[in-house]
């Protein structure tokens, strides 16, 4: 990251990119949060001159003050902390990354990716839609994770 660039970060969720059952609003939302934030990076990387680019931050399981309040006192093993999170997100933003998909002590980069390009590949492959929880094809996710798991 150069010298006085600035930057544009937008928060926004797993949950807008494989859109898992059960809580759409929230879905909906943060697939909106991308959808904007990769149009402005867009924009913004067309401007001649501009030192604006835009991130979309997509943090794991993290714990906070608003996920403390379901009556977690102390931060669960799986998550990370706010900090860790943030520290996280600034590496991938000096590096230039638009896309910072944050891994937690849960969930590993790689399934992350895995997850990411099997609910693309509903599109791409005609399939159910949130196939990866249709009772048809969650044992062909489960193999298609398993599979490319142990080939990286």
Not at 101 to 120: G, H, I, M, Q, Y
Request: neutral net charge; hydrophobic residues 40%; contains cysteine.
């Amino acid at each position: 990251m150069g010298p006085h660039r600035s930057v544009i970060i937008n928060t926004g969720s797993k949950q807008g990119i494989t859109n898992p059952p059960g809580n759409a609003a929230y879905n909906a939302s943060k697939a909106a949060v991308k959808s904007l934030t990769e149009t402005l990076a867009y924009e913004l990387r067309e401007s001649a001159g501009t030192r604006l680019t835009a991130h979309l931050f997509v943090p794991g399981w993290t714990f906070t003050g608003m996920t403390g309040g379901g009556g977690l006192a102390e931060k669960p093993a799986g998550a990370w902390s706010a900090q860790e999170t943030v520290l996280y997100m600034f590496d991938k933003v000096r590096a230039g990354d638009f896309y910072i998909l944050c891994p937690d002590n849960e969930t590993k980069t790689s399934v992350d990716a895995l997850r990411v390009l099997w609910a693309a590949g509903d599109v791409a492959e005609r399939r159910p839609a949130l196939s990866r929880w249709h009772p048809e094809y969650k044992p062909m996710f489960e193999d298609y994770i398993r599979e490319n798991l142990q080939n990286i």
